[in-house]
């Protein structure tokens, strides 16, 4: 079985600061791994997602997440936030491509 | 593209009542998922269906728990007898079955049981 780890379950930040959130995984075959936002009030939605090829993955919005293999982890990132990136973030990884297994979540939340 | 619609938002019953919920999915899409939120948790996997054929459930899904997809479009979750422990957002997602299809989420049901 997959489990996700989210080593931080609240992360403040100033804006236009840099912010990182941790996700670790453990699985004994390869995955499918994913970042998921849910800003207040709103659903989830698919932040991005690593399924094969370049290690790097980004966003629309300013995120990438790196897969590291060795170290088993898809830590998120990004250089400058805004206000509007306020939200919880969730890490998920999966086998195949509906099941998926998330971790607990991040709370961001970025002050002036 | 609406995209995926859940009601009601809110849902407060007395143990041991029983409980519908209805997830209208993004249309043409032929996956529906229903996962389950506790307070403090990620989302958790309880079944899914591709069209109306439910091909997974979670054993976190007792024999209280039914859910339906009957003509492949909307799905019912029904819950019987609740307990205090099912207390939970119920969230509903759904996509096109491609491989490697997003998918997309509902803003979710609010399960409060009295």
């Known amino acids: 079985a997959q489990s996700v780890t989210q080593l931080d379950s609240q992360v403040p930040v100033f804006e236009e600061a840099p912010v990182e959130l941790r996700c670790n995984y453990s699985s004994s075959v390869s995955v499918y791994l994913f970042w998921y936002v849910q800003y207040p009030n709103q659903g989830l939605q698919l932040l991005l997602k690593?399924?094969?090829?370049?290690?790097l993955v980004e966003s629309i919005n300013g995120f990438e997440a790196e897969f590291n293999k060795s170290q088993t982890s898809f830590h998120l990132r990004k250089p400058s936030v805004h206000i509007s990136d306020t939200a919880e973030y969730f890490c998920a990884v999966s086998l195949n491509d509906y099941k998926l297994s998330f971790g607990a979540g991040t709370t961001v939340t970025v002050r002036a | 593209d609406t995209g995926v619609s859940q009601d009601p938002r809110h849902k407060i019953t007395k143990r041991g009542q029983n409980v519908t919920f209805r997830c209208d999915p993004i249309?043409?899409?032929?996956?529906l998922y229903w996962y389950r939120q506790t307070l403090g948790q990620g989302p958790e996997f309880l079944t899914y269906f591709q069209n109306e054929a439910q091909l997974e459930k979670s054993r976190l899904l007792s024999d209280r728990f039914s859910a339906e997809r009957p003509k492949g479009s909307f799905s019912t979750l029904e819950i019987q007898r609740t307990e205090q422990g099912d207390s939970a957002m119920y969230l509903c997602?759904?996509?096109?079955?491609?491989?490697?299809?997003?998918?997309?989420f509902g803003n979710g049901t609010r399960l409060t049981v009295t």
């Open positions: 690593y399924l094969s090829g370049s290690t």
């Open positions: 997602a759904s996509s096109s079955g491609q491989n490697n299809s997003p998918l997309h």
């Open positions: 249309s043409e899409h032929n996956r």
